[in-house]
């Protein structure tokens, strides 16, 4: 199942993409966080009762969960061929012994919509970019799960852009606040449950800007996998559901050309991942 937070008539509401993603069928729930934390049993009897639809066209989409209820959990470093671009445009803010996992997080207090703005703060930020991940969205209290168990802990899946300011990032050694402006992080279009998705995820990943293809790789080549992220984290930290966990990019964000390709005002971003869908953002 694909669920959208969407907007309609005034009002933010939850519903299933149905009928080849050309109508969405409201939820009766007030909004992504109550139905991801609705039982099994509760969420198909509603699933199932949603008769009435609305066409796709006729509401606006908006991120899965536009208000994270606590940061984003971020991976950093996390695919092979993106930790060697990265260690090459600066040695001293991306070399670290691997694989141990880089966690940081990502303040969010509105993600982006499928379709809307990434944010560029003229005279605040310079060298803007893009990375595109696939996020996990944690479905039940997991503490202390074992890597074995992750799967069942796992509501689905979505897009994530996390939007950087590379300089931020460099200069304040600590990636938090250049990773954390507003309108840095598109979101979406949806979330895959994970009972549509082979465990674990090896889905083809792409971004492109202005249709020139700049990342494209396979979510199962992540260094640190995603029931490994599960099991550490957990084993100290409860996380609640709701949780949004971004598992890291791969190769091809804009510091990893000669010369770079940061991004200007004006450029269409698309993030895409096979079976969740395609994330189409314009920086102004
Ligand atoms: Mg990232």
């Not at 050309?22 to 939820?27: E, G, M, T, W, Y």
């Not at 202390?144 to 950087?164: H, K, M, P």
């Amino acid at each position: 199942m694909k669920f959208v937070t969407y907007f309609y008539q005034n009002k933010e509401a939850v519903g299933i993409l149905k009928e080849e993603e050309k109508a969405v069928f409201p939820l009766p729930f007030a909004d992504m966080d109550t139905l991801i934390q609705t039982s099994k049993e509760n969420l198909q009897l509603a699933v199932k009762e949603a008769e009435s639809s609305i066409p796709l066209v006729d509401v606006t989409l908006l991120a899965p969960i536009p208000r994270p209820r606590q940061d984003i959990i971020c991976l950093g470093i996390n695919y092979k061929a993106h930790a060697e671009e990265a260690e090459r445009y600066s040695e001293e803010a991306f070399k670290k012994e691997r694989p141990i996992p880089i966690y940081f997080s990502k303040r969010v207090t509105e993600a982006v919509a499928p379709e809307g703005f990434i944010e560029s703060h003229p005279g605040l930020v310079e060298r803007l970019d893009y990375e595109a991940e696939l996020a996990v969205v944690i479905g039940k209290i997991a503490r202390n799960v074992r890597a074995e168990e992750a799967e069942d802990y796992i509501f689905g899946y979505t897009v994530l852009n996390d939007v950087s300011a590379r300089l931020l990032q460099t200069t304040n050694k600590q990636w938090y606040f250049g990773k954390s402006l507003d309108g840095f992080t598109p979101m979406g279009p949806c979330i895959t449950t994970a009972d549509e998705i082979s465990f674990p995820p090896a889905l083809h990943i792409c971004s492109r800007v202005n249709g020139e293809l700049r990342q494209d790789s396979v979510t199962d080549l992540l260094i640190t996998s995603i029931p490994d992220i599960i099991e550490e984290l957990s084993s100290g930290m409860t996380l609640l559901p709701g949780t949004v966990i971004a598992t890291g990019t791969p190769a091809g964000v804009g510091m990893g050309f000669d010369p770079p390709k940061f991004l200007k005002r004006g450029d269409v971003v698309e993030c895409s991942i096979e079976g969740i869908g395609t994330l189409r953002n314009t920086v102004r």
